[in-house]
């Protein structure tokens, strides 16, 4: 089977730093995505890791170990409009072009 | 402006009845795929299609059919609805070029069964 964790709800504050964790356990692996999802909305396209390392685009960074099955998504200097859920998905293999989802994140960014 | 767009928005429908939810896409995408996402459960893969004449089954295509009209559009079928069929459903494309790896999502439409 196909296992994807992700913490259900994390809370923190204006202008800090937030790390959203996600671990896998899937039949394969063709790359991880994160994607960000306000209430009622599409899902919006993030980050894309399928290499090992750190990605870093503007306020958010994305890192993978593939030996850990690990991934994570870092916002920074978080503000208002970063209250949503933040979904990690898993792509299974490149031929199939299967994404497999976490149940997301749903995080609440106080002032 | 290249958009997913789907049809209806918001559906309430009885138990039995046969409902079929559209998608058409300007980014001239060959990948299309539809999705439901449930409370708890995060997004699941219905049906996805790399072009016309391929149609792929994904986790949950039980209860379900799609059909690939042309390559604008992507049409999902329910040929007779359950109330377990409430959900929000999102249709999604792709381009098909190596290299190039995400999935623009439609608004979804919110289908509810009673």
């Known amino acids: 089977g196909q296992n994807i964790d992700q913490p259900t709800e994390m809370t923190a504050t204006e202008g800090a730093i937030v790390q959203i964790n996600c671990t896998y356990q899937?039949?394969?692996?063709?790359?991880l995505f994160w994607y960000q999802q306000h209430a009622g909305e599409a899902p919006t396209f993030l980050s894309y890791?399928?290499?090992?390392g750190l990605e870093e685009k503007g306020r958010f960074s994305s890192f993978l170990s593939r030996s850990k099955g690990y991934s994570y998504l870092l916002l920074k200097e978080l503000q208002m409009k970063d209250s949503a859920s933040y979904l990690c998905?898993?792509?299974?293999?490149?031929?199939?072009?299967?994404?497999?989802f976490g149940t997301g994140t749903r995080l609440q960014v106080f002032p | 402006d290249a958009d997913v767009t789907q049809t209806p928005r918001n559906r309430i429908t009885k138990t039995g009845k046969r409902i079929m939810l559209e998608c058409s896409q300007t980014?001239?995408?060959?990948?299309m795929y539809w999705y439901r996402q449930d409370p708890g459960l995060g997004l699941r893969l219905i049906y996805y299609?790399?072009?016309?004449?391929?149609?792929n089954k994904g986790e949950i295509s039980d209860g379900y059919s799609v059909s690939r009209q042309a390559q604008a559009k992507f049409s999902l079928s329910l040929e007779s609805a359950i109330p377990n069929q409430t959900a929000l459903y999102f249709c999604?494309?792709?381009?098909?070029?190596?290299?190039?790896?995400?999935?623009?999502f439609g608004p979804g439409t919110r289908l509810t069964v009673l």
């Open positions: 899937t039949s394969g692996f063709n790359g």
């Open positions: 998905a898993v792509r299974l293999t490149y031929n199939t072009d299967k994404l497999i």
């Open positions: 980014k001239g995408h060959d990948r």
């Open positions: 299609s790399f072009d016309v004449k391929d149609i």
């Open positions: 890791n399928v290499l090992d």
């Open positions: 999604a494309t792709r381009t098909g070029t190596r290299g190039s790896n995400e999935q623009f």
